[in-house]
């Protein structure tokens, strides 16, 4: 699985995506955020307002409660200031 | 039409090209974007991010909920990403459909949902250094009058 960071999450983390392993027992973006803020304490910190940030999902936003697999690419993406 | 580009545009080109060919709209509404820059908050340049793809599919998404909230007979959103430097358009919004209500409405949902759901973020640059824009609630409550 790919996770990407962008704009002030990606700075904070200073790394813009992680390749990673996704353990058997986490089957939702819920327990991926949960289990990626247990293993970095710097994304942890990042995330310390964790429902200000939307998640996608092969680049279309989803809810938190979505199931995932190893061969999606996830994104954690703070509030967006476009426009 | 969609376009999502580092490059530069026109925004008169831009509304002329897409107003052609459609006599059977009777108003046009065009919102263009710019960075500005300021006595009080001078920049030196915007500099914006993007996740391309995710910007594309969300960017579709809204554009065809407009068209068929407002029964629009076109809309197209045009959003660049990069730096770009003060008085430089930077996303143009426009829509046509038979009468103004629709088509200014129409510009407006669209307007609402890209501030809140198009990834793209912003920083900007000064003589300080570089600063991330932070999102804004009153831009959260637009985009809440329409659901």
Known sequence: MKVLYFAWLRERLNRASDDINLPDDITTLTELVAWLRANDEALDLAMDNPKQFKLSRNARIVSWDTAITDDDTIAILPPMTGG | ?147
């Open chain 2, 1 to 147: 039409m969609i376009v999502i580009s580092s490059l530069p545009f026109d925004p008169g080109k831009l509304l002329h090209d897409f107003q052609s060919d459609h006599p059977d709209a009777g108003a046009a509404v065009t919102f263009t974007g710019m960075v500005r820059s300021t006595k009080d908050r001078p920049i030196s340049a915007l500099i914006l991010e993007c996740y391309p793809e995710l910007a594309e599919n969300e960017i579709a998404a809204i554009r065809t909920a407009a068209v068929d909230r407002f029964s629009l007979i076109d809309a197209a959103i045009v959003h660049r990403y990069g730096r770009l430097v003060p008085g430089e358009p930077i996303m143009q919004v426009m829509t046509l459909a038979s009468h103004r209500q629709a088509a200014f409405d129409g510009a407006q949902f669209l307007m609402d949902y890209l501030k809140t759901d198009a990834p793209f973020w912003k920083q900007e640059e000064t003589e300080a250094g570089t600063a991330w824009v932070e999102a804004k609630a009153a831009d959260d409550a637009a985009r809440e009058r329409w659901t």
